[in-house]
């Protein structure tokens, strides 16, 4: 059974961090506005980015801190009780039915939270997910990864989307 360690929640209270054996994650709500625009500036038409936008997004930065590897899986992560991020893979194949340009999909998938990653010590990375469903009220993230000690779980104090 992962380890469970609550967060601390940041006085801008859109977003929320979670910090252990420095490991830190921060995950901040998205509007539809900032999300929409930032994928029509990157070639996307905008019926096509609606479906995505809908959904709860979050910007990720999560940060390794500690002296030791550590590995995460978006497949293990959830936003609120039961929902899941939704995987790149998912949506990517939705943009390869729409014959949406090449170079639109590639600006999606490098603006993504990683679907696995490997941490080395000092590294981080920042990237937007999706849930699988729209959300409505509070929720937390229960951000989960594995190193040398086993498994743990980064869980978010209660952020909510934006409408």
Known sequence: MPSTIP???????????????EVALTATPLSREQVTAFYLARGFPAAAIAAYAENCVLSFDFKNGGATKLH???????????????????WETVWEQQQLPQAARIAFRWAQFPPQQEFAPGDWIMGMAATDRPLAGPFRVA????????????????IACID
């Open 72 to 90: 995460t899986n978006l497949d293990e992560w959830t936003a609120g009780d039961g929902v899941r991020i939704r995987p790149l893979a998912a």
């Open 7 to 21: 967060c601390l929640l940041l006085s801008f209270a859109l977003m929320s961090t979670s910090a252990v054996a």
């Open 143 to 158: 951000a989960r990864y594995t190193d040398d000690h086993g498994s743990h779980e980064l869980l978010t104090a209660p």
